[in-house]
């Protein structure tokens, strides 16, 4: 790790590109990912993810942390992880102190690279309004985490009232394999109408919230949310004429059971998604989200 006190970001761009030739390189970097973090919990948060997610997208991440308070004049200190610790990412971690982090944008604008798609994270605590957020207004993907927050259904709540095209909430990625995992289900013959469907799991968290919101939407039916102490979701039913499908996991297992009518039952990996696998599959994508949006601004109305 370098550590660089007292410094500009115009000087940590050009540090940037003379590591280029240390070893270091820029080229082949497809995204500039901007973390806005509270405290060093995200930090470590971020840092842990960036090896894994590089792998995926080789990226630039710039982390934020709030502005602090010294004895000196204003000023930002920085840090650049070595590429022993977050491989192909670049990762800069900037310390603004007494007023030299008033304008985000400005701290992060030297920094970017160009011809690069711009997304911020919110690592913590989230905006009311992300697009009106300035780092959100230079971003084309703008990613919030209800889950971090003290009221993570509130958040989503208060995402969708203000909801512009690119803002997204990582939880989303969270519940990929179950929305996979059902829509294969009903893909299977009898392809009988479901007539109201049941989901269980912690209704103080927004994966469970969202995939409610999402059958309600998507199947036009009656969906009850039944409150576990799960860490998530750890069950979804969904009635039909001829019996219920049912897919049950243990309380924070990785191995989930199917069950259909007539049928033998099917042990299947459904494992809680970590957060580095929720933010490769948010980076994929550099436009808007509408079924995310429909399932917010319109699902979670919905829910029984």
């Known amino acids: 790790m370098q550590i660089i006190s007292n410094t500009t970001s115009a000087r940590l ?69 070595d590429h022993e610790d977050v491989g192909s990412a670049e990762v800069i971690i900037l310390r603004p102190y007494n007023g030299a982090g008033t304008n985000q944008v400005s701290l992060v604008i030297p920094l970017l ?4 798609p711009v997304f911020t994270w919110w690592v913590q605590e989230a905006p009311r309004n992300p697009s009106d957020n300035g780092l959100g207004q230079i971003s084309s993907r703008r990613i919030t985490n209800a889950n971090s927050t003290r009221n993570p259904v509130a958040t989503l709540t208060q995402l969708a009232q203000h909801r512009q095209p690119g803002d997204t909430d990582i939880t989303w990625a969270g519940i990929t394999i179950w929305r996979s995992q059902l829509a ?25 919230n969202m995939l409610a919101a999402w059958l309600a939407l998507r199947l036009g039916v009656q969906v009850k949310l039944v409150h576990t102490d799960a860490a998530g979701i750890d069950s979804v039913i969904l009635h039909r004429a001829s019996g219920p499908l049912t897919i049950k996991r243990p309380k924070d297992g990785d191995i989930a059971v199917l069950s259909r009518p007539g049928r033998s039952d099917l042990q299947i990996s459904m494992p809680m998604r970590t957060l580095q696998a929720q933010l490769i599959e948010e980076l994929r994508t550099v436009g808007d989200d509408s079924e995310f949006a429909a399932v917010i601004s319109e699902g979670l109305g919905l829910i029984q």
């Open 184 to 208: 294969a289900l009903l893909n299977e013959a009898p392809h009988e109408k479901v007539t109201r469907a049941e989901v269980g799991g912690n209704t103080n968290r927004a994966g469970s």
């Open 113 to 116: 690279l160009p011809d690069a």
């Open 13 to 81: 761009a050009r540090k940037l590109n003379d590591n280029r030739g240390e070893g270091g390189s820029a080229l082949g970097k497809v995204l500039n990912l901007i973390a806005v973090v509270k405290d060093e919990d995200g930090v470590r948060s971020v840092v842990e993810s960036a090896l894994d997610v590089a792998q995926a997208h080789p990226l630039r991440i710039i982390v934020v942390l709030p502005e602090a308070s010294d004895e000196a004049e204003p000023h930002l200190d920085a840090e650049i992880m």
